[in-house]
């Protein structure tokens, strides 16, 4: 595929998204963004703004597997995983292998901060290492594999929030809003009338295809001024103690980079420009830093403390 063609194809998937999800297209950028990335995306955002319906979406119109779970008190690692079960076929017992929902290419994981941190240390074996260990064997996950966990940022009792360490395996963290008044009066119109799963979707891109465009894409070229400037701004987490306390990894740098890369050849370009960077500075960043005692005491949010240093 030649990037006109790739830009082309990504209009359409915008087009054929839109058809089933309303607005929200910082968002839809930015899930898109993530499976090129081959990483991992934590959305937090109030109940009912269409996290799952976009997900779903997207796991019919890529032509991947989808599974969804569900984050609860009593959730076991094995839920997740998959156990063995004693299998009795052919005249005799013998213990086999029961995948669980995590062998999916798209995986839901709703309301993560629910489940326990016996279950989120299963979840993020999957997600860095690429494979599932149970007792002694170990299975490896099919590709492309990609995690979109939830959390619900009003609703904190009985929760158990991870780790400063454990959400920075996230590529981005998505902050996702109430819909504009308009978009509003569509989703209305069209879902009072008739369910979602009425909708029928085109497959617009296979597995294969969609395992090309993530090698593609860490194929885009950075200038090294490029690459200078966004070292620079995450190396600026570090140092501006008024703002942040604690400020980013050299993780953030790889994936601020990899995140424009991503940006720019979803808008058909060759290259990476420094609106590339500062768009997707937010969603790499926010969950990476940690505001200073005087940020805090101004009611300054994290969005603001990058935009501040953005401006710099």
């Known amino acids: 595929m030649n990037i006109e063609e790739i830009q082309k194809r990504f209009k359409t998937l915008y087009a054929e998204i839109g058809r089933s999800v309303i607005g929200q297209e910082e968002v839809v950028e930015q899930v898109l963004a993530g499976i090129l990335c081959n990483?991992?995306?934590?959305?937090?955002?109030?109940?009912?703004?269409?996290?799952?319906?976009?997900?779903?979406?997207?796991?019919?119109?890529?032509?991947?597997?989808?599974?969804?779970?569900?984050?609860?008190?009593?959730?076991l690692p094995s839920d997740i995983t998959g156990t063995y079960i004693i299998d009795e076929s052919k005249g005799k017992k013998e213990f086999k292998f029961?995948?669980?929902?995590?062998?999916?290419?798209?995986?839901?994981?709703?309301?993560?901060?629910?489940?326990?941190?016996?279950?989120?240390?299963?979840?993020?074996?999957?997600?860095?290492?690429?494979?599932?260990?149970?007792?002694?064997?170990?299975?490896?996950?099919?590709?492309?594999?990609?995690?979109?966990?939830?959390?619900?940022?009003?609703e904190l009792e009985g929760t158990f929030n991870l780790s400063e360490a454990?959400?920075?395996?996230?590529?981005?963290k998505i902050n996702i809003g109430y819909p504009k008044f308009d978009d509003e009066i569509k989703i209305v119109d069209m879902y009072a009338d008739k369910d979602p799963g009425e909708i029928k979707l085109?497959?617009?891109f296979s597995k294969d295809e969609i395992l090309k465009l993530q090698?593609?894409?860490?194929?885009?070229?950075?200038?090294?001024?490029?690459?200078?400037?966004?070292?620079?701004?995450?190396?600026?987490?570090?140092k501006n103690k008024t703002l942040i306390e604690y400020g980013a990894s050299p993780r953030a740098s790889i994936n601020l980079i990899l995140a424009a890369k991503a940006r720019a050849i979803m808008n058909g370009r060759k290259y990476v420009s420094k609106e590339d960077i500062n768009v997707m500075a937010h969603p790499v960043l926010r969950h990476r830093i940690i505001l200073s005692f005087?940020?805090?005491?101004?009611?300054?949010?994290?969005?603001?403390?990058?935009?501040?240093?953005i401006k710099k």
């Open 39 to 75: 990483g991992h995306v934590y959305v937090e955002g109030y109940p009912g703004l269409a996290k799952t319906l976009l997900v779903k979406t997207l796991a019919n119109i890529l032509d991947l597997r989808f599974s969804r779970i569900q984050g609860t008190p009593d959730l």
């Open 202 to 204: 085109r497959k617009l």
């Open 166 to 172: 454990q959400v920075d395996r996230f590529l981005f």
């Open 215 to 238: 090698m593609l894409t860490r194929q885009v070229p950075v200038a090294n001024d490029m690459k200078k400037y966004a070292v620079e701004l995450v190396d600026s987490t570090r």
């Open 98 to 154: 029961q995948p669980g929902p995590i062998f999916s290419n798209i995986v839901l994981v709703d309301e993560i901060n629910r489940a326990t941190p016996k279950s989120h240390s299963a979840m993020l074996e999957a997600m860095q290492e690429r494979q599932v260990t149970v007792g002694n064997s170990t299975y490896k996950l099919e590709e492309p594999f990609f995690v979109l966990a939830t959390s619900n940022p009003i």
């Open 294 to 309: 005087e940020a805090e005491r101004q009611n300054i949010s994290e969005d603001e403390a990058i935009t501040k240093l």
